[in-house]
């Protein structure tokens, strides 16, 4: 009769494993970190256009001028929007953490307002950029006051 084999690993197959989920988890881990950061910026991105579309709409159904002024720190701790009828104080929207606008290339600098008729003063590229320097860009077209996210600044 043979003597019954014990079930289980051995010391070498452990730490052969341990070895391999150490490898994997340096790649997955920085990976994970720059697809999460990818992420925030894409939603961040259609956050603002939905916003903006909102203020648009309202200014449609109110039969009143609307605004959205976008707001910058130089630490970029406070970036985001007000928004609210124009004349009055609105309220203030922040960006997600590690989101911001990449002031520099914003266009205007001033309240882009949106009109009764839906259309607004001007065109306007509202750039978001995350830690890792991908942008984003928000676009609204002067005549049509169409609204679109574009990968860059120009798309």
Same mark, same amino acid.
């Given at each position: 009769?043979?003597?019954? /084999?014990?079930? &289980?690993? %051995? ?10 989920? &150490? ?6 881990? @920085? ?12 939603? /961040? ?8 579309? +909102? ?25 985001? #929007?007000? %928004?609210? !009828? ?11 953490? &590690?989101? *911001?606008?990449? #002031? =520099?290339?914003?266009? @205007?600098?001033? @309240?882009?307002?949106? #009109?009764? *008729?839906?259309? !607004? =003063?001007?065109?306007? *590229?509202? @750039?978001? +950029? ?21 990968? &860059?600044?120009?798309?």
């Amino acid at each position: 009769m043979r003597p019954k /084999a014990k079930a &289980g690993f %051995t010391l070498i197959e452990l730490l052969l494993v341990l070895a391999l989920v &150490g490898i994997l988890s340096l790649v997955a881990v @920085p990976q994970a970190s720059r697809l999460q950061a990818s992420f925030n910026l894409q939603r /961040a991105a259609r956050e603002l256009a939905a916003t903006i579309r +909102e203020v648009q709409n309202r200014a449609v159904v109110e039969e009143r001028a609307y605004y959205i002024q976008f707001i910058y720190s130089p630490d970029h701790t406070r970036d985001g #929007y007000r %928004t609210g !009828p124009f004349g009055e104080s609105g309220s203030f929207r922040a960006l997600p953490r &590690g989101i *911001s606008i990449a #002031y =520099n290339y914003l266009q @205007p600098k001033t @309240p882009l307002l949106f #009109y009764p *008729s839906g259309s !607004p =003063n001007v065109g306007a *590229s509202i @750039p978001l +950029e995350n830690k890792l320097g991908d942008l984003l860009t928000v676009k609204v077209m002067v005549a049509t006051g169409r609204v679109r996210v574009v990968k &860059g600044l120009d798309g």
